[in-house]
C-alpha cells in the first residue's frame, strides 16, 4: 500500500512540473506587461502544441492513477474477504 501512495505521490508531482514548466512563463509576460516594465504580452510563438501536450500528459498521469487505484481497491478487496 505504501508503494502505491508513493507512486500516486510521484505522479501527482510530475503533472505539477508539467503545469508549471508551461504556465510559468506566460504568468511573467502577464505581470511585466502589467507592471510596464513591457510594451505588452508578445504573441510570437504558438503555445497551442505546448497546451496540448500538457493536456495529453495530464490525461495519462490521471488515466495511471485511477488505475493504479482500481487495482489497489482489487487487492485490498480480496485482502479484506480472506
Same mark, same amino acid.
Given at each position: 500500500? *505504501?508503494?502505491?501512495?508513493?507512486?500516486? &505521490? $510521484? =505522479? $501527482?508531482?510530475?503533472? @505539477?512540473? !508539467?503545469?508549471?514548466? =508551461?504556465? #510559468?512563463? %506566460?504568468?511573467? /509576460? @502577464?505581470?511585466? $506587461? /502589467? $507592471? &510596464?516594465?513591457?510594451? &505588452? %504580452? %508578445?504573441? +510570437? /510563438?504558438?503555445? +497551442?502544441? #505546448? *497546451?496540448? /501536450?500538457?493536456?495529453? *500528459?495530464? #490525461?495519462?498521469?490521471? !488515466?495511471? *492513477?485511477?488505475? %493504479?487505484?482500481?487495482? !489497489? +481497491?482489487? @487487492?485490498?478487496? +480480496?485482502?479484506?474477504?480472506?
Amino acid at each position: 500500500m *505504501t508503494m502505491i501512495k508513493i507512486l500516486v &505521490g $510521484a =505522479l $501527482a508531482i510530475k503533472q @505539477y512540473d !508539467a503545469m508549471i514548466k =508551461l504556465v #510559468k512563463p %506566460v504568468l511573467k /509576460e @502577464y505581470k511585466d $506587461a /502589467e $507592471a &510596464g516594465r513591457s510594451s &505588452g %504580452v %508578445v504573441m +510570437s /510563438e504558438r503555445r +497551442s502544441k #505546448k *497546451t496540448n /501536450e500538457l493536456k495529453k *500528459t495530464i #490525461k495519462n498521469i490521471s !488515466a495511471i *492513477t485511477i488505475l %493504479v487505484f482500481a487495482i !489497489a +481497491s482489487a @487487492y485490498c478487496n +480480496s485482502w479484506m474477504q480472506d
